[in-house]
Antibody, heavy 128, light 112 residues
Framework: QVQLVESGGGVVQPGRSLRLSCAAS????????MHWVRQAPGKGLEWVAV????????YYADSVKGRFTFSRDNSKNTLYLQMNSLRAEDTAVYYC?????????????????????WGQGTLVTVSS | DIVMTQTPLSLSVTPGQPASISCKSS???????????LYWYLQKPGQSPQLLIY???NQFSGVPDRFSGSGSGTDFTLKISRVEAEDVGVYYC?????????FGGGTKVEIK
């Protein structure tokens, strides 16, 4: 069965860095685009970033652009989210999720599919 | 960004009774490919979100038949025909026709 397991969360001071990982199993990882979605304590869901199946295309929310870097290692079935210059407002549970039907049209339009499987999440707390 | 507005914010339902959640988008979610990119998720207490409905009205694998989705353009509805205790949680709609994908604010469903 599809499994996504996040790790790497913790408490970090503002301005510092943290790297999250998401280990995938139970499906052909290299065939799927993947996402990070976060949820601040007591708040709703916020999309963070997507990476295409081969890592060649990445898109970020404006709130993290230039600070976060999304990558993947298909040989290890693992995603990474490098988070730099962390801010208090980055405090959240970070989920990785699989995209059921990501594609880029011939016109360069990005189509996101459903997030059909999610991990259990890892908590990042940015505090001094 | 496309704004997704859900109503009501919360719902208290007697077991066995129906429930309905509305989701409105600030732009049409109908793509030129004919698909409408609207999804419904449920986040049960203490759990990660789970997919219920994709492309307006298609049930994801394993989702009970009591969940159904409908709508078009900018107006969408999730219906639970007979609420059960296990349906408690926060329901979110999401659009993905345009980056960034955006979620509604959520509707909390409780059992009376």
């Amino acid at each position: 069965q599809v499994q996504l397991v996040e790790s790497g969360g913790g408490v970090v001071q503002p301005g510092r860095s943290l790297r999250l990982s998401c280990a995938a199993s139970g499906f052909t990882f290299s065939s799927y685009a993947m996402h990070w979605v976060r949820q601040a304590p007591g708040k709703g869901l916020e999309w963070v970033a997507v990476i295409s199946y081969d890592g060649s295309n990445k898109y970020y929310a404006d709130s993290v652009k230039g600070r976060f870097t999304f990558s993947r290692d298909n040989s290890k079935n693992t995603l990474y989210l490098q988070m730099n210059s962390l801010r208090a407002e980055d405090t959240a549970v970070y989920y990785c999720a699989r995209d059921s039907n990501f594609r880029i049209t011939i016109f360069g339009v990005v189509i996101i599919g459903s997030f059909d499987y999610w991990g259990q999440g890892t908590l990042v707390t940015v505090s001094s | 960004d496309i704004v997704m507005t859900q109503t009501p914010l919360s719902l208290s339902v007697t077991p066995g009774q129906p429930a309905s959640i509305s989701c409105k988008s600030s732009q049409s979610l109908l793509h030129s490919d004919g698909k409408t990119y609207l999804y419904w998720y449920l986040q049960k207490p203490g759990q990660s979100p789970q997919l219920l409905i994709y492309e307006v009205s298609n049930q994801f694998s394993g989702v009970p038949d009591r969940f159904s989705g409908s709508g078009s353009g900018t107006d969408f509805t999730l219906k639970i025909s007979r609420v059960e205790a296990e349906d408690v949680g926060v329901y979110y709609c999401m659009q993905s026709i345009q980056l960034p994908p955006t979620f509604g604010g959520g509707t909390k469903v409780e059992i009376k």
